[in-house]
């Protein structure tokens, strides 16, 4: 099972928008197809800053079962690869948690790319190599379906 950290900024978006990528892959950490991670200081933040821009009972039952089925890390380990103290903690967690990938919209840690064996992705490019790797590919399903193949 992939391990993954999520930027809070991507559980905003997701939670905002039920179409979305971020929005997918949240849902497939709450139907525990995906390991998320966090540290304990991060988790309690992002519920309450979830908390303030959510009004509606049906997400926030959510968001409560999305927060239940992270995984807590404590960060042992300090780095200082971008400016913003926040985005080095996230970092800090993905490398604890011995994560595949920390999915951010954060440019300064998308420019980092990789750090050890996290990769740094954004969520649309995470949800297609997730789709890939669950044969779940929808070109692949588009193209045999087009050339009459058993899909």
Known sequence: ????????????????????????????????????????ETLRENSFILKKLIKDQGYQKEL??????????????????????????????ALEAKADFLITEDKALLELKRVQNVKIIEPADFWVIYQESTGNDPWKKWVSFVSGDKV
Do not use: C, W
């Open 1 to 40: 099972m992939l391990r993954v950290v999520l930027d809070t900024n991507v559980l905003i978006t997701g939670f905002k928008d039920d179409y979305s990528y971020q929005k997918q892959i949240i849902n497939e950490a709450i139907a525990g197809n995906l390991d998320a991670f966090a540290n304990h």
């Open 64 to 93: 409560d079962r999305f927060l239940r089925q992270v995984n807590i890390v404590q960060n042992k380990r300090r780095v200082h690869l971008v400016s913003d103290p926040e985005d080095n903690k996230i970092l800090e967690s």
